[in-house]
């Protein structure tokens, strides 16, 4: 299962260590959040939101899960950075299809 929250945490924690990779993961995480955010305060349907996510989110995303791989590369360390790429690249290509799951049972709440 992947979860964009666990994948926050670690770049998080890295973000004393690494402070400049780590607040571009966090601000590019936080993008995605805010725009889920306005989705929700304007009652948008769930039609709606898949559209808008894919207008509004998909290419931040892409670019993010771009940037995670590239850096994976080429980050060589075991540390904090070295650990949350290496959590990043292995869950971002479990997000989609899990959160949407997850999202339907949420849903029916």
């Not at 780590?22 to 559209?51: D, F, H, M, V």
């Not at 771009?66 to 290496?86: C, F, M």
Request: a positive charge; glycine letters at 6%.
């Amino acid at each position: 299962m992947g979860c964009m929250a666990h994948i926050r945490r670690k770049f998080f924690e890295a973000k004393d260590h690494y402070p400049q990779a780590a607040e571009y993961a966090l601000r590019e995480i936080a993008t995605c959040y805010a725009q889920e955010r306005k989705y929700r305060e304007n009652g948008l349907s769930p039609q709606e939101k898949l559209l808008r996510r894919r207008e509004d989110i998909k290419p931040g995303y892409d670019a993010f899960k771009e940037w995670v791989e590239t850096q994976h590369k080429n980050v060589l360390t075991k540390g904090a950075i070295g650990r949350a790429l290496h959590y990043a690249v292995n869950q971002l290509p479990l997000i989609d299809p899990i959160e949407n799951k997850i999202r339907l049972l949420a849903l029916g709440r």
